[in-house]
């Protein structure tokens, strides 16, 4: 049973790094063919792909996020970190991360954490 848990620090000052991990169980983030997503849902909004990362070691990106977003990995740990440079309010959302077979359905979530960026 592969299991996924988002951890973060719940609150984030506006011009800081947000830094998230999501630690794996039940899979290696090394195991071919998965890839390991980051997603977040603002309130009222839809859920918006953020980036993965692949088995490989790979990241990729979304276009409108690229220039702020880092997704690494610790393999000794079997976790990826997604790390977002210079939030403002607009990126107070819920926090996914999610498993996939290559770039297929999203089949596997964390529960989510919310991260809120206020001063």
């Known amino acids: 049973q592969v299991q996924l848990q988002e951890s973060g620090p719940g609150l984030v000052k506006p011009s800081q790094t947000l830094s998230l991990t999501c630690t794996v169980s039940?899979?290696?983030?090394?195991?071919?063919?998965?890839?390991w997503s980051w997603i977040r849902q603002p309130p009222g909004k839809g859920l918006e792909w953020m980036g993965a990362i692949a088995y490989s070691g790979i990241s990729f990106y979304a276009p409108t996020l690229k220039s702020r977003t880092s997704i690494s990995r610790d393999t000794s740990k079997n976790h990826f970190t997604l790390q977002l440079k210079s939030v403002t309010p607009e990126d107070t959302a819920v926090y996914y991360c999610a498993m996939s077979a290559g770039w297929g359905p999203l089949d596997h979530w964390g529960q989510g954490t919310q991260i809120s960026v206020s001063s």
């Open positions: 039940g899979n290696s983030i090394t195991a071919n063919y998965y890839y």
